[in-house]
């Protein structure tokens, strides 16, 4: 007795009508997610206004000092704590496993906050609240931001970039 059978006959062919239906169900409902991502871009509110500019490492990395330098207020753990004014455009540099600095911004005011990597490609992720921007080496990308809830958020980084990638993780206070 043999324990593997050949099939009787190819199962598709003929396609049952069961066959048909789940096929074409599939091909509707692929074709409605597909769409949906350019109705969600054009109508989405979560997607935030970005802008992207190419920038040397040298540059941001300057920018971002001139930042800490005017305002910083403390340090936490070695990592300079900032209170830009309100409007301002804020600096935060992402590298192997590194956020700088602490952002600390009010509830309620608009930042331009710019992301840019000092080595590989990093994922910034923002918990809680889900806003996740990709960001590389050699780009300033531009993020108008408004935060509306005070509170602490963590950044993590969601792109595998090496031996410390569990361990960055930044910071960004809002305060009311
Ligand atoms: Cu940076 Cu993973």
Redesign the pocket.
Known sequence: MSSIASPERIWWNPLSRVEKFWVVLAIIVGLAMFSSMFIWMAIGKQNIPTETYQVTKDQFSHASQRMVQQYRVRDDAGVPVVSPPAGSDVYLV?R??QWSPILQLKEGETYRLHLS?MD????FSLQPGNLNLM?LPDYDYVATITPDKAGEYTVI??????L???A?VGKIIVTE
Do not use: I, L, R, T
Request: charged share 5%; proline share 0%.
């Open positions: 992402a192997a496993w990597s590989f490609q990093h994922g960001v980084c969601n792109e595998y970039c090496g410390g990638h569990q960055m």
